[in-house]
């Protein structure tokens, strides 16, 4: 069975801090690794991830992927409180039902970030 | 540019009852999906579609028809309302393989 797997579920930390968030998967027909940001209402992409050990990058938020150990992280320089949210991991899975938009999400890691 | 648009935002329906979750955008993706969300058990899919008149079943797609007569819609219509139907609905859209676009949520309370 095709799962995900993100670590810790809940974080609290303060502001200014360094945090990284993880995600393993185990899958068939793996294609890309996607994460979300998601506050009071919709998810809001993040970064898609397609090849291991090719960091990208968004302001203070960067992530890689490692497709040997079947894992990836999310990392969050100097936290800031508008950083509070669910982060969500996704791996979109080729040819899953025909279509690679497809995703198995793993249950998020719900972060706060204290003044 | 709206995105994606999803109504309505909350309703409330007695077991049995039929209805129909809207979800249009204006983007031009073929790709468009319907995930529920449910405390402890992340996103699901329910169904996709990969254009007009294509559609498939996700993994959870019991209780749940689709249709897809035009590029912008993409309707979630519960058959027979169950207390499990409970949740919060989300349409996505997406390109390259890609699901880059939530809409903002459709909360359903099944009594």
């Known amino acids: 069975e095709d799962k995900v797997v993100q670590s810790p579920l809940s974080l609290v930390v303060h502001e200014g801090d360094t945090v990284t968030l993880n995600c393993s998967y185990e899958v068939t027909n793996f294609r890309s690794l996607l994460w979300y940001k998601q506050e009071k209402k919709a998810p809001t992409f993040l970064f898609m991830l397609t090849s291991s050990g090719i960091e990208k990058k968004s302001g203070r938020l960067s992530s890689i992927l490692d497709k040997k150990e079947l894992f990836s992280i999310l990392n969050i320089t100097a936290t800031q409180t508008g950083d509070s949210a669910v982060y969500l991991c996704?791996?979109?899975?080729?040819?899953?039902?025909?279509?690679?938009?497809?995703?198995?999400f793993g249950k998020g890691t719900k972060l706060s970030v204290k003044p | 540019n709206a995105g994606v648009t999803q109504t309505p935002k909350f309703q409330v329906l007695k077991t049995g009852q039929s209805m129909t979750l809207q979800c249009a955008q204006d983007?031009?993706?073929?790709?468009m999906s319907w995930y529920r969300q449910d405390p402890g058990m992340g996103l699901r899919l329910i169904h996709y579609?990969?254009?007009?008149?294509?559609?498939d079943q996700g993994e959870v797609p019991n209780g749940y028809n689709v249709s897809r007569s035009t590029t912008e819609d993409f309707p979630l219509r519960l058959l027979s309302a169950a207390p499990s139907q409970t949740s919060v609905y989300f349409c996505?859209?997406?390109?390259?393989?890609?699901?880059?676009?939530f809409g903002p949520g459709t909360r359903l309370l099944v009594l």
């Open positions: 579609s990969v254009g007009a008149g294509i559609t």
């Open positions: 996505a859209t997406g390109q390259g393989g890609k699901t880059q676009y």
């Open positions: 983007m031009n993706h073929e790709y």
């Open positions: 996704a791996v979109a899975l080729t040819h899953y039902g025909g279509s690679q938009g497809n995703l198995i």
